[in-house]
Structures are given as C-alpha cells and as structure tokens.
T-cell receptor, first 112, second 117 residues
Framework: EDQVTQSPEALRLQEGESSSLNCSYT??????LFWYRQDPGKGPEFLFT???AGEEKEKERLKATLTKKESFLHITAPKPEDSATYLC?????????????FGQGTELSVKP | ETGVTQTPRHLVMGMTNKKSLKCEQH?????MYWYKQSAKKPLELMFV???????ENNSVPSRFSPECPNSSHLFLHLHTLQPEDSALYLC????????????????FGPGTRLLVL
C-alpha cells in the first residue's frame, strides 16, 4: 500500500535555528514528490516538485532533497514568517489519474 | 483573478439543506480535483476530472455530487450532509491528470470551510 509519513508532527525552533523535516514514502514507482506549505485556514501553497533520487531544489531559506525512500526539507536560519504546516505528497507511476497521496504534515513554529 | 478561486469561503448548513461549492481556475489547466481536509488528518482525494470527464471517484458518498461543465469550472453539490462532513474542502488544478511519465504539480485554491449542524 502506498504510504507517506512525515516527521516530526510538530517542530518548534528559535529564529535562526536550522533544522530538517522528513518525509518517508513507500510507493510502487515514483512519478513525483511534492512539498507544500499551508497556513491556517488557507489552501496549500506549492513549494517544490522532485522527480528522481539525488535531485535538489532551493527557494530562499528552503532546500528540498530526494532519495529512493525519503525526502528532506531543510530550513536554514528560519524566520517567524516560516511558521506553517509543511505537507509532503507523492504521485505513483502506475497511477494515471493524477492522484496525490499526502502525509499528515509537520507543523513548524519559529519563535523570535 | 489569478490562480484557483473558491466560493464561498465559509459555509454553515443544516443536515437537510442543499448547497453548492464553486471552484474556478485561471491557469489554463485541463484537470481539476476536489479534496477533503479534516482536522489532524491528511488531505483526502475525493474526485478527479480530466478534460471535463470524471476519472476518479475515491469511494465518496453519494451525498457529494461533483459537476465539471468545462475545464475551468468545478462544482461540488452537497445534500443531506452529516456533521462528520464538516471540513475544509479544497479544489486543485493541474495541467493534466495522468500525462505519461510526468509528475504533475497541483495548485490549490483557498478552500471552503464547511460546518454541518
């Protein structure tokens, strides 16, 4: 069964304290792994798409990496405005319907 | 308007009411999706439409009825809902659903917060 697990469930950081969020997945062939940011009461905001192991993408203080079993979202010197829930999702290669399988998210809180 | 828009943003309805959620995408995409997000649970796919045709129904109860009149608009018709249907309903769109060999990024709207009394 395809599955996505994110850890930790919640993470509290001080401003400037770098850390990483983990997304472990099991899927029968990976077409893509997606990271989203979601603020309370809003829809998910797209961050990154990764397609193959070894791929990395960066945006401001965020860097996403991908291996054959997991993805990491590295946050360097975070600021309070980075506080949000970060969602990871995968799309399986056998699935021709565009279905995304989501993890439960990591709630990040950055204190000044 | 840009991106994906949803109306209404908030909705309160009784169990005997009939209401509809509307989604519109301004991205030139061909696939649209409905997701349900309940508290402390992962996003759950409900329906997929590709070029106006429904390609996936994820075992959704018949009290939820989707409609896709064209590639830019998607509706979710609601009737005789239950309190456990209270959730954030999200619409998303992508270039296509199922393009061979390509992982397609989905872009989400702001959601409709639904409360069923």
């Amino acid at each position: 069964e395809d599955q996505v697990t994110q850890s930790p469930e919640a993470l509290r950081l001080q401003e400037g304290e770098s850390s990483s969020l983990n997304c472990s997945y099991t899927v029968s062939g990976l077409r893509g792994l997606f990271w989203y940011r979601q603020d309370p009461g809003k829809g998910p905001e797209f961050l990154f798409t990764l397609y193959s192991a070894g791929e990395e993408k960066e945006k401001e203080r965020l860097k996403a990496t991908l291996t054959k079993k997991e993805s990491f979202l590295h946050i360097t010197a975070p600021k309070p405005e980075d506080s949000a829930t970060y969602l990871c999702a995968v799309q399986a290669s056998y699935n021709q319907g565009g279905k995304l399988i989501f993890g439960q998210g990591t709630e990040l809180s950055v204190k000044p | 308007e840009t991106g994906v828009t949803q109306t209404p943003r908030h909705l309160v309805m009784g169990m005997t009411n009939k209401k509809s959620l509307k989604c519109e995408q301004h991205l030139g995409h061909n696939a649209m999706y409905w997701y349900k997000q309940s508290a402390k649970k992962p996003l759950e796919l409900m329906f997929v439409y590709n070029f106006k045709e429904q390609t996936e129904n994820n075992s959704v109860p018949s009290r939820f009825s989707p409609e896709c009149p064209n590639s830019s608009h998607l509706f979710l018709h609601l009737h005789t809902l239950q309190p456990e249907d209270s959730a954030l309903y999200l619409c998303a769109s992508s270039l296509g659903a199922g393009l061979a060999g390509v992982g397609e990024t989905q872009y989400f709207g702001p959601g409709t917060r639904l409360l069923v009394l």
